[in-house]
């Protein structure tokens, strides 16, 4: 039973992309009225087609989707969700690396966001 739970566990970033997976070591939080930095992972890859991202927190993971023609850049339509399933319409937008006040212009240490356009979901990354 464990070694099936492993084998599930280790095949989820996989399961998302089609290319090459690239882990890396960051910081994440979720916008809300306390806005947590905490350390995180984030894994990325992508189809060929759609740039795919998870960010694994330590109480939950958030997925993130968009096209490879605008990505990382403001106002890129985007899906954002807590699994593959659950993805719904987002906005990509960058957010200050010290103030995390919204910026339109993306400098080295900033945040990297997704915010639902429907819904509540609205998360920050960056790599360390």
Do not use: H
Not at 13 to 30: D, K, L, R, T, W
Not at 38 to 65: Q, R, W
Not at 98 to 110: L, P, S, V, W
């Amino acid at each position: 039973m464990k070694k099936v739970l492993l084998g599930m566990l280790l095949s989820l970033p996989v399961s998302v992309f089609a290319n090459e997976i690239m882990q890396f070591e960051g910081q994440c939080f979720v916008v809300d009225q306390a806005s947590k930095v905490e350390k995180c992972s984030i894994f990325m890859g992508n189809d060929g087609k759609n740039a795919m991202s998870v960010l694994k927190m330590a109480k939950a993971a958030y997925y993130t989707e968009n096209s490879l023609d605008c990505a990382g850049q403001p106002g890129c339509k985007s899906r954002l969700g807590t699994s593959e399933s659950t993805l719904q319409s987002a906005k990509y937008y960058i957010r200050d690396g010290k103030t995390k006040q919204i910026t339109t212009t993306a400098k080295e240490n900033d945040w990297g966001c997704f915010k639902q356009t429907e819904g509540k979901l609205d998360v920050c990354g960056r790599v360390q």
